[in-house]
């Protein structure tokens, strides 16, 4: 179909320049994804068994398992986990995305992002807040409880609030706005999040629910400063989707980390992972710990890098620099500038203020990965090592270049074009 890989690239670029997302629901998991039936759960990364997962994604599923009421102790639920009896799917294999362990079980609420040029769907769990949750390992009885109240009362209110609105939430209008506020969408989401809570409150205000909940759902998201990192986590994956049904290219559609092993994909290899051992993020840390607690790198959030934000604009929001202990202004910029190197063009949807009005980092081209060397800045939180124990930090670090050359050599067996 196509002549030239820079062709099928361009036709790629131009399905996500030409995206339109939009937030139309919070659903149950299971209610959109058929494989959630039994004792399933969904996990971050390419595909990985519970014996590999590092100690975070299987605090994770001890939790998800005692939501669930699978089991009704941690030491059950380890029985049953050792014993092999839950299945495992990655979230990308079901339209899905997670956060760190990314673990999502049947009955935990999702976001529903839809792209409505392509005609396709993405799905996240939402966003916990901070200190003990469930993504970053933690699986006492005050985290079951939260995902509880998110099941039962902010999942159902923000669906009823969704249905109010004409066509959904325009998250194109929404990112836009976000960007020209200082967010980077991976550790800095609190303008997005504020113009979320702006947008849906009057839907809030308006539908159906008993007044209590109505103030426990407004005043959760008035707390919850990261809460639209998992709307743009489904809006990533949805737009990015839309983009490798051309399947000629080298643009990369996806990249993620289970703790193992990250993982890639580019849009001419459909969805067959390139992955190679994650690195451990470099960054600062909360009080009473350090580098030695840091996990290995975990979460399908690099989705936001694949589509361009994250470390890709930290020009964007440069006081996340010092957040995650790279640095101020210059090293923001350096950062972004270096990105450039290897993507194919800029998303002039989303342009960034502090770059002189440049749009976005557009098309990380597999190619200029293995040319320059140069490798993806992640922003990312850091999980401690342990189970149950939580979020000790946050810092950037580097996909692995082996990634960017697998997927190349690949591509060279399988495609003519030059």
């Known amino acids: 179909m196509y002549k030239t890989i820079d062709e099928a690239n361009k036709a790629v670029l131009s399905k996500i320049i ?6 139309v629901d919070v659903v149950p998991a299971k209610t959109v994804i058929d494989e959630l039936n039994g004792k399933v759960l969904l996990h971050a990364g390419p595909p990985i068994k519970y014996e590999e997962m590092t100690g975070p994604m299987q605090g994770s599923c001890v939790g998800a398992i005692l939501f669930e009421g699978w089991a009704q102790t941690e030491e059950e639920a380890f029985v049953m ?3 092999g009896e839950i299945q495992f799917i990655p979230c990308h294999h079901v339209n899905a995305v997670g956060p760190m362990g990314g673990i999502t079980s049947a009955n935990m609420p ?17 966003n916990e807040g901070i200190g003990k949750v469930l993504r970053f390992g933690a699986y006492s009885e005050e985290v079951v409880t939260r995902l509880k109240w998110m099941r039962d009362v902010l999942g159902p209110v923000l669906s009823k609030a969704l249905k109010l609105t004409e066509e959904g939430l325009n998250l194109n209008v929404m990112i836009a706005k976000a960007v020209t506020m200082g967010d980077e969408f991976h550790q800095r989401n609190i303008a997005a999040s504020l113009i979320f809570l702006k947008e849906v409150s009057p839907f809030i205000l308006q539908a159906d629910v008993d007044e209590k909940k109505r103030l426990e759902v407004i005043q959760f998201l008035a707390n919850t400063d990261q809460f639209f990192l998992n709307v743009a ?3 990533c994956k949805a737009i990015l989707d839309g983009a490798r049904t051309i399947q000629e290219g080298t643009v990369v559609t996806a990249m993620t980390r289970n703790g193992k092993e990250f993982g890639i994909r580019i849009s001419g290899m459909g969805d067959e992972w390139f992955t190679a051992p994650v690195n451990t993020p470099q960054g600062l840390f909360f009080t009473g710990y350090s580098q030695e607690d840091a996990n290995p790198d975990i979460g399908d959030s690099a989705i936001t890098e694949a589509f361009g934000v994250g470390g890709m604009a930290m020009i964007a929001a440069p006081g996340v620099t010092r957040f995650v202990g790279a640095g101020g202004f210059d090293s923001a910029l350096n950062t972004s500038n270096e990105m450039m190197e290897i993507c194919i063009d800029q998303n002039s949807n989303f342009t960034v203020p502090t770059w002189d009005f440049q749009g976005i980092c557009l098309g990380i081209d597999a190619r200029k990965v293995v040319e320059t060397s140069i490798t993806p800045v992640i922003n990312t939180g850091i999980a401690h090592k342990k189970a149950g124990v939580g979020q000790v930090g946050a810092g950037t670090v580097r996909a692995p270049l082996a990634c ?7 591509y060279a067996k399988k495609h003519v074009l030059i």
């Open 404 to 410: 960017f050359e697998k997927a190349i050599e690949a």
């Open 81 to 83: 986990l050792k014993a």
């Open 110 to 126: 999702v976001l529903v992002v839809e792209n409505r040029s392509e005609g396709n769907r993405a799905y996240c769990t939402m």
């Open 18 to 23: 030409g995206s339109a997302p939009f937030l």
């Open 233 to 235: 986590m489904a809006t």
